[in-house]
């Protein structure tokens, strides 16, 4: 005997399906919420609306990712609350973020902020300056990171970045020029965009240098990259 016919052409199918969706959303909101201080309530207003059915997947997958970055630091959830004028746009961010890295990220520095012993001072501009880069953005400033730290006690006066982002490289005053090469256009726009936020800051030595190629980071970068990582 063959399926009967759904009269309504799917639609009560659909319904349950959005309503289920927008349940699992809430939920993941009511969660996310506990991180901000002020009434919970308003905090999931907020959110909820900016919630459309095509982000609520993501706001669920947040919501996974912070969950599980709470787990590997044996936390069962936030130990400090985060100001409303940081948590509201952080969360909002974070759930309209559709880059999985990019919301990895933010993820990362809202458990950060929500973490009394993460050693985090969480900054409204860390929220600004984020919501302003991209994946490259973000992975070229944690490579040029990366190797100001490994050489801090070498002596190395700046980092190369010709070769981001698969790497960056010290520089020491005497060193002769590495390349005569400036970066891909994408990292050349890359490293502006950083230089704009106040991320790093030119360091290039020579006309002959094509490009920003030698940076070096700002304590404010070093921050930031602290707060979405550590």
């Known amino acids: 005997m063959s399926d009967p016919v759904d009269p309504t052409g799917g639609w009560a199918a659909a319904t349950e ?21 002020g009434p919970a309530r308003e905090a999931v207003g907020i959110l909820e609306d900016y919630v459309k059915v095509v982000r609520f997947e993501r706001r669920v997958r947040l919501a996974d990712r912070v969950r ?6 044996g936390m069962t959830g936030p130990t400090r609350k ?5 948590g509201v746009p952080l969360l909002e961010n ?9 919301q990895e990220v933010w993820a990362r520095l809202l458990v ?6 993460s050693g985090i001072q969480l900054r409204r501009a860390f929220v600004s300056v ?13 490579q040029i990171e990366s190797a100001a730290t490994l050489n801090a006690e070498s002596g190395a006066t700046g980092v190369w970045t010709y070769e981001l982002p698969e790497r960056a490289l010290p520089f ?22 950083l230089e704009r936020l106040g991320c790093i800051i030119s360091s290039n030595r020579t006309p002959v240098l094509k490009g920003v190629q030698l940076v070096n980071l700002t ?3 070093r921050a930031l990259i602290d707060a979405c990582t550590r």
Request: proline share 6%; net charge negative; glycine share 10%.
């Open 17 to 37: 399906a959005t309503a289920n969706a927008s349940k699992e959303a809430i939920q993941a909101s009511r969660e996310l919420g506990h991180f901000i201080s």
């Open 68 to 73: 599980k970055f709470l787990i590997e630091r």
């Open 82 to 86: 985060i100001p409303l004028n940081i």
């Open 94 to 102: 974070a759930t309209l973020e559709e880059d999985d890295d990019l």
């Open 112 to 117: 950060n902020g929500g973490d009394a012993g």
């Open 130 to 142: 984020l919501a302003e880069m991209t994946s490259l953005d973000v992975r070229s400033l944690a």
């Open 172 to 193: 020491v005053d005497g060193d002769p020029v590495a390349s005569e090469d400036g970066p891909s256009p994408e990292v050349a726009i890359s490293l502006g965009n």
């Open 219 to 221: 304590p404010f970068g």
